[in-house]
């Protein structure tokens, strides 16, 4: 099977579209959304009208469960914040009814998908470093975690009590290990590389590829401005922060 998983498009429908574009050329057998398609960008219901038309296997973010009042506005910074309010009210009822159908968590027989940790998925804490993830791979009954939400590509592995940093364009899966893998953002990139990132699993060749697409930055960032949205979330994906 090859999966192709992509994670927090957060609104920007350029980057989104560079992302599809590029997903369906592919000879992809299923799709896997990791959260936040909502959020800081300016193109929410434009973003869940081409997601609904993909069907993936859809996953909550903590910007889908704010944006449904399941997860408090107070766990957000004040940009944050005024994004979400803001594309909250973007959204009609059938926006919202869409969101509701969204898991904390999708699994298969050798992998597992949430939105930011095993632990406490509703919580959608962060997994930035190796001490962040212990805990993830003591709840870990399978090889691979895939997750978002930091907006960061990369991974972690685990064998013989040792947890290693991956950060490489692919990733060859050893049977004996146990992996954390973060697919970046679609939409906003924070790892200083500016260009969307997701996934794409082919588990026949126990490997996983991380894609970087370029993508028109300058609308996404128009669309920002003109929407009222604070400016540093526009200036933000010219940085790749």
Known sequence: MKYGIFSDVHGNLPALAAVVNFLNKEQIDKLIFLGDLIGYGGSPTECIKIVKTLKPFLIAGNHEWGALSKFGLGNFNAFARDALLWSRNQLDRDDFAYLETFSLSYEESNFVCVHGSLYKPQEFCYIHSSFDSE???????????????????????????????????AIRLDKDKQYIINIGSVGQPRDRDNRSSFCVYDSKRAIVKFIRLEYNIKEAADNIIAKGLPSILANRLFEGW
């Open 135 to 169: 805990t993830s791979f003591s709840l870990l009954d399978r090889q691979i975690c895939f997750i978002g939400h930091t907006h960061r590509a990369g991974g972690f592995s685990f064998s013989n009590n040792k947890i290693e940093v991956l950060r490489t364009e």
